[in-house]
């Protein structure tokens, strides 16, 4: 692992794909070799994500714990750091004990693949591309909102839903010494036809959905328009349309009207309903 941290520079070992080598020299099987955050980065990460102290933040391959220790210590959060090698965990521990937040966190020696997400309304990830990518769908069904937030690495065409950049003069590895962290919320399950109910009976929205963004069509009668829209979590915003403002909430199978403005003001609270299997009827 020292090989791969030493004589590789960390952006170098993901563009050329060599993390299969570093695994191969690794003890403990990592998918990735232990590299630091640097402390404002860690910081950047956690406001980024808005952590407070409602949050349980799980950072997968979590090091020395500074992750969690830092959401405990700062944010007043509980958390948990998963990470697969013994020594870093039991430095987790002891490192949880002196910063005084050993009753609201834990570390676990196991590996990231097999852990519960549940849990968490934020994870955290220093990690690599192609581990990102291989727990992009875990992280997709997880429950709508749950906050993402990973060091340096994206997640393909998911596109994040912020970006910043901070300079890390404290960066272990690459030329750059700066870092990025990238924010997604995970995007409701959407796609797919519903129908109007009360006053919007006769009423149809198709949604097409890639990840966070949205496109579809909103049908009366004869008359129909396009929109596009974004989803925040449950929340789908759709986009400057001609009509005005118009904002809709996933809750439960149904999807509400929570904000409306020009000839749609009045069907503030009406709820669309999934389509059964043969349509609007
Ligand atoms: C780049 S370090 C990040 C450490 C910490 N999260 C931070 O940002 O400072 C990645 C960590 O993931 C751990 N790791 C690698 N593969 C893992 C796996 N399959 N399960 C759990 N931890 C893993 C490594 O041992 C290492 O400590």
Known sequence: MDFCLLSIPWRAIAALGLSALCVGLSRAGEDVPFVTTPDNVTLEMLRAAQVGPGDHVIDLGSGDGRIVILAAKRFGATGLGVEIVPD???????????????GRVSFREQDLFKTDLAPATVITMYLLPDVNLQLRPALLS????????SHDWD???????????????????????????HLWLVPAKVDGLWCGAGLLTGTRLQLSQR??????????????????????????RVLGGRAGELVLEVAGDGLRITAAGGPLTLAQGQVFKRAAADGCG
Not at 211 to 235: D, F, V
């Open 88 to 102: 870093l965990v039991r430095q987790s521990i002891s490192n949880a004990q002196a910063a005084g937040v050993a």
């Open 142 to 149: 997880l429950k709508p909102g749950t906050r993402l937030v």
């Open 155 to 181: 997640m393909g065409d998911w596109k994040p839903d912020q970006t910043t950049m901070v300079v890390a003069p404290d960066k272990k590895v690459g030329l750059e010494k700066s870092s990025k962290v």
């Open 211 to 236: 990840y966070q963004e949205i496109e579809g069509t909103l049908a009366h009668r004869q008359r129909s328009r396009k929109i596009e829209g974004r989803l925040e979590g449950a929340t789908l």
